[in-house]
């Protein structure tokens, strides 16, 4: 959604990630959409505030509990409801996440009062600010997006596939394979025939931490070495695979508890 009048505060953003084709995180203050369409899904949550909107001819709202999935190609207007705006953070999805024979059920129900979802929405967001973490937001909007398929087409439980701890093996293989250049879930999924969501819960389940998670660990790993070996920490990040420096030091500091400076000059 783009204002139509009046001062606003606003950040967006592409990242590497299939599927998102925006992230905008915006305040606003006084203003009103006008009606509007979008080619992509709008997954909105608001932070403070609240925002009120018009789909298909009934109105509707956002408080701080709720997730508002808005469906592509519908109008849709927005103004605040409340006298100071309301702060927003918005993922656009295109139709490889959410296919467009969920639309009439988000027409029906766009606000969604999920607290899981809601906490799961957050994190993607926090995931996907992260220069680098798009591995760890690829596996939360897999998550977001299952959840969100689920609450819009109940159906009854799957049994359960009989593939044992191998895809979650497979995948482990994969990720050592490419600890420093990366791996997507999606590839992944194409590599291993198996869709991300079941790749992540079946090497949760099997090693007890996530594959982004895994990832980091064995790149910190690799980084330590190298720091030994005397590489400067903007070396060592370039050759383990992290987007940059910052981006190492916040993964080994929690890893390690120090720097990579730090650790490099403590070395003998």
Known sequence: MAPSRNDTAVSAWRPSVPGVVEVFHAHFTEYAYPMHVHEAWTLLIVDDGAVRYDLERHQHGTPLDTVSL????????????????????????????????????????PDLRDPLLRHRVGQLHTALARPGEELEAESRLTFVAERLVRRLRPRPAATARPDGPAPARRLRELLDERTVEGLSLEEAGRLLDAHP???????????????????????????????????????????????????????????????????RSSSR
């Open 197 to 263: 969501a079941h790749l992540v819960r079946a090497f949760s389940g099997a090693y007890g931490i996530a594959p982004h998670q895994y990832l980091n660990s064995r790149r910190v790993e690799r980084a330590r070495g190298l720091l030994l070996a005397g590489a400067r920490p903007a070396e060592a990040a370039v050759g383990t695979g992290f987007y940059d420096q910052a981006h190492l030091t916040r993964h080994f500091r929690r890893l390690v508890g120090v720097t990579p400076g730090r650790y």
């Open 70 to 109: 808005l469906p592509p190609h519908v109008p849709h207007n927005g103004a605040p409801a409340t006298p100071l705006g309301f702060r927003k953070r918005v993922v656009y999805l295109d139709s490889s996440r959410l296919s467009d024979d969920l639309i009439g059920a988000a027409v029906d129900t």
